[in-house]
């Protein structure tokens, strides 16, 4: 079981924590990590946009003009793709692009991704997150505090509307509840910020 060093929100050691294997000691499976974002990502996608096609587009089929004789390029109709309101060439048309991934599958990537950040020394425990002003001011002093290289993701299970809207403007923070967290959070942000209640809710949810 790996051991950490606790921080406080000004970057000050405060404790230890010991981390279970099964939890930060996973196996790297880079193929299902792989798999669970795709779906995540497909997951993302609404699937509503919608052109029309020439058999669609409103008006008539009708030959604008005799084949031969008149110089210019022979048309059958003012509904194909080269005319300016004319369809769409293969056009788009709502469709589900939803993929389905099994629970234990979502579960087993997204302590492998964590257990990676861990290896990679890209996990940092704090006692608490807490910003009680709501300030955007204090969310950037907790940053310079530590001096993170590259974006980071705050988890947490006691977060409140004042943390959120304290990180809602700074473009390489954000935050996290941890019973929301999933793989493509962990994968897409370089460090990963876990407080020592975020540690408890995956100790209890994964016994």
């Known amino acids: 079981m790996a051991k950490v060093k606790v921080y406080n929100m000004n970057a000050e050691e405060v404790g230890t924590k010991t981390l279970k294997d099964d939890i930060f000691g996973v196996e790297y499976n880079e193929p299902l990590i792989h798999e669970v974002i795709v779906a995540y990502n497909a997951n993302q996608r609404q699937g509503t946009k919608s052109t029309l096609t020439r058999s669609e587009v409103r008006g008539h089929a009708a030959k604008p003009w005799r084949q031969k004789g008149t110089g210019r390029a022979r048309q059958g109709s003012t509904k194909g793709p080269q005319w300016t309101g004319g369809g769409v060439v293969f056009a788009p048309k709502p469709r589900d692009f939803s993929k389905k991934v099994n629970k234990v599958a979502k579960r087993v990537a997204l302590l492998s991704a964590l257990s990676e950040k861990l290896r990679e020394k890209n996990v940092t425990v704090l006692d608490k997150f807490d910003i009680t002003s709501a300030?955007?001011?204090?969310?950037?002093?907790?940053?310079?505090?530590?001096?993170?290289?590259?974006?980071?993701?705050?988890?947490?299970?006691?977060?409140?509307?004042?943390?959120?809207?304290?990180?809602?403007?700074?473009?390489?923070?954000?935050?996290?509840?941890?019973?929301?967290?999933?793989?493509?959070?962990?994968?897409?942000?370089?460090?990963?910020?876990?407080?020592?209640?975020?540690?408890?809710?995956?100790?209890?949810?994964?016994?």
């Not at 980071?152 to 809207?165: F, H, M, Q």
């Not at 700074?170 to 935050?175: A, G, K």
């Not at 996290?176 to 995956?202: G, M, P």
């Open 135 to 207: 300030k955007t001011k204090d969310a950037q002093k907790f940053l310079d505090a530590f001096k993170f290289d590259g974006s980071v993701v705050v988890v947490s299970a006691d977060n409140t509307e004042k943390e959120v809207r304290a990180v809602k403007n700074i473009q390489n923070l954000q935050t996290v509840d941890v019973s929301l967290l999933n793989v493509y959070d962990v994968v897409a942000n370089k460090n990963v910020v876990l407080t020592e209640s975020a540690i408890k809710y995956l100790e209890e949810a994964n016994a």
